[in-house]
Each structure stands twice: as C-alpha cells, then as structure tokens.
C-alpha cells in the first residue's frame, strides 16, 4: 500500500491572523495533517523543509512577504514538484477583482473568500489534495526504470535538481557518483537478456542495501548507474564503493557451463562545488566524464577470474587483489593497488588431461587458462578477431 493511502495529506495554511489559523486548523484538522506559517517567509521556509506539503492556503496581506510574492517564489522555484504545487488563494473584502486577476495570472490556482464556511474549505482542500496524489502518483511511475525500481534518467535529475537547491540553500556539501559495468553490452551480447538483466538487478539490490533514505539511486543507461548523496561522506562513498566491488567478485554471474563471468566495475565521485550556474545535468555530465574503465581492462579482468573461484586456485586469489578501477575522484580518492605476478600456468599438462577425458580438472582452471591468454587475444588483428569470434558464435 502506497504511504499515500494511509497517511493524511498535509496542508499548509498561511495568514498572519493568529484567529484565522486557528479556524482553518480546527476545520480541517479532522481530515488533514494542517501546518501553519504566520507570513510568506516562514511559508516559504516551510515549503523547502517539507516536500510532503500537497497543497497551500494563503492570505494575501501579510507582513516580511505577502501573498503575491509567495506566489511567485513557488512558481518560479527550481523544485518543478514545488513550482506545480496548488496555491488556493484566500481573498478578504479589501481585495477587489484587480487583486484577484493580478493573482490568477501570477498562476494562483483557486480562490476562497472569507468569511469562509468548512464546507468550502474542506471541498476545495479535498479536490487539490487528491488532484496533487494522483499527479505525484502518475510522475513516481513515469520516473522509475521498469526493471530494478530505481529512477530512471530524468526521475534523477530532477530529484538531483531538488538536492542542488536544498544544498546551495543551506549551505550543506552535495556527491554525485556514477558507477557503470564496463563493457555491459559485450556481456549482454554474449551472454543474453537473462545474465543482463540479473546481474542489473544484482547491483540495484546492493545499492538499496547500502543507500540512505535521503540518498538517490538511479539506472541512468543500460549498465550505468547514479546516485545523488546530500552531505556525503568521503570515506563511507569510498567503502560503499569497494564493499559493491567486492560483492560483484564474490557473487559474479554465471554463464550457461556455471562458469563466473568477471565484472569490472568503474566508478567517479563528484564532491559538487555549487554556483549559481549549477544544475542536475551539468553536475552528472561532469561526473561522467571522470568516470573511466581501468588502465588495463584485460588486466583487472585476469584479476577478477581468479579470485572469483579461490576454491580452484587458492595461491592466485591469495595474490591477485580485486580490481580498482580509477579514477574515483572528489571527495573521495580509492588507491590502486600494485599487480603481483600470477603463479605460472602450465597449458601442455591440462591439454592431456582433456585428452584423457578429465574435463573437469580443466573446467576448474579455465578461468586462469583465459586470463592467461588474454594478453595474446590482445596481439590478433581485426581479422583474426572477426575469425576468433565467428568461431566461438558456431561453437555456441
């Protein structure tokens, strides 16, 4: 069940009647979760604290910030869950039909007179309240990735955009990080749909272990991922980081023989640095374009074999560590550990083996007979790649 149905909506009602608060309170307390601002700064104040507001009730003469400049801060808010909230505004006999028309077109979305009676009141507060749920319903839907449940890309730029106006407004640090399965399309060409797809939700599921409430996960691309981490912490993004390293080490995806499959996850951190001028989109393109695969990719897969399957080969995965893949940059910075040699592989020994039908013993180093010949797939031209390829499709 959605929080939606179960919880009250709640209401802000703005005047600077200390006796009109009261009425508006004790009218539609009963039905409504009801907050109350004495004039248009508190208001405002209230509306960036509280993302759960569905709907305001203003005055139009108040003190500090009156009902038309409310209005127009919420119109012209960064937030666009913000800018589309209802306005009601509730008019007095001193606001003639100029005030009104100045209002409507400055984007008020109703009107109420006082003295007003509670069936006015709760009729236009019941009709905004559910017009806002089933709007916000319809925008959760059309921002999430049907597959993992996480956002989609513009469901996180715009959560993104809200976290930017929250930290610039109150002066908090803001991380953006991006996080992307080196060569996903390789793996899903050759693997297929159900490798794919798993080894998505895989990495869905370990960001949802490990993400704050306040924080923001989202599937920005076929295997990209981005998260948006108010007040980040440099060494826990780091952790959190390594700790998704290791589990996609320790539980690789299997191809159709049981075989792992190495993952080579790179990341990028972006402690934001907010202006005037920043926005969602410039802070994730940034972030991207410090995100690169590691040095040497054949490498960190070879590395990646091995310690997938230490019950095959202990010795290797004692001294091959798991990938790094930098950069991982602001605030954070992830050292890149030095290579150790792999123990020598003898091919002659295995290959008799498998003559004399002992395939298992050579399934069991298959993993370090391909990281082994990976620097010489490496020296094939294009031509002996098309033939090497050609042939593993047949054999599939």
């Not at 409430?213 to 981490?229: M, N, W, Y």
């Not at 290791?246 to 202006?275: F, H, N, R, S």
Request: glycine content about 8%.
């Amino acid at each position: 069940m959605e929080p939606d149905s179960v919880a009250k909506a709640r209401i802000l009602v703005v005047d600077d009647s200390k006796l009109m608060r009261k009425a508006a309170q004790k009218m539609l307390g009963g039905e409504f979760d009801v907050v109350t601002a004495d004039d248009g700064e508190m208001a405002w104040t209230e509306l960036g604290a509280d993302p759960s507001i569905q709907v305001v009730f203003t005055d139009l003469n108040m003190p500090n910030l009156d009902g038309y400049q409310l209005l127009a801060r919420v119109r012209n808010a960064e937030d666009s869950s913000l800018a589309s909230l209802p306005v009601i505004v509730v008019t007095g006999a001193e606001n003639d039909e100029a005030a009104r028309m100045r209002a409507l077109d400055m984007g008020a979305t109703d009107f109420i007179t006082k003295p007003f009676t509670t069936v006015d009141l709760l009729a236009r507060a019941r009709a905004h309240a559910n017009n806002q749920r089933i709007t916000r319903r319809l925008q959760a839907q059309s921002t999430l990735d049907a597959l993992t449940g996480l956002g989609n890309l513009p469901g996180f730029l715009e959560r993104l955009q809200q976290d930017v106006s929250f930290a610039r407004r109150h002066q908090t640090g803001l991380s953006v990080v991006r996080l992307e399965i080196v060569d996903f399309r390789r793996l899903f060409l050759y693997h297929g749909r159900g490798v794919a797809d798993a080894l998505v939700l895989q990495v869905a599921r370990l960001l949802r272990a490990r993400i704050r409430k306040e924080d923001t996960g989202a599937r920005v691309g076929l295997g990209s991922f981005a998260l948006s981490l108010p007040a980040g912490d440099a060494a826990g993004i780091e952790g959190m980081i390594g700790w998704l390293r290791e589990q996609l080490v320790a539980q690789p995806p299997m191809d159709e023989a049981g075989l792992p499959i190495p993952v080579v996850l790179a990341a990028a951190v972006l402690g934001a640095g907010l202006t005037g001028e920043t926005t969602a989109r410039s802070l994730l393109d940034q972030c991207e374009t410090r995100l690169s695969p590691p040095v040497d990719v054949a490498q960190a897969t070879a590395a990646t074999l091995a310690v997938a399957v230490p019950a095959a080969l202990p010795e290797a995965a004692a001294a091959v560590p798991p990938p790094v893949t930098q950069p991982v940059t602001e605030p954070a910075s992830i050292p890149e550990p030095a290579a150790e040699k792999v123990p020598p592989l003898r091919l002659d020994p295995l290959l008799d083996q498998l003559a004399a039908g002992d395939t298992r013993a050579v399934a069991e180093k298959l993993p370090q007979i391909i990281g082994r010949l990976l620097p010489v797939l490496r020296l094939l031209g294009p031509n002996q790649r098309a033939q090497l390829i050609e042939f593993l499709q047949r054999l599939g």
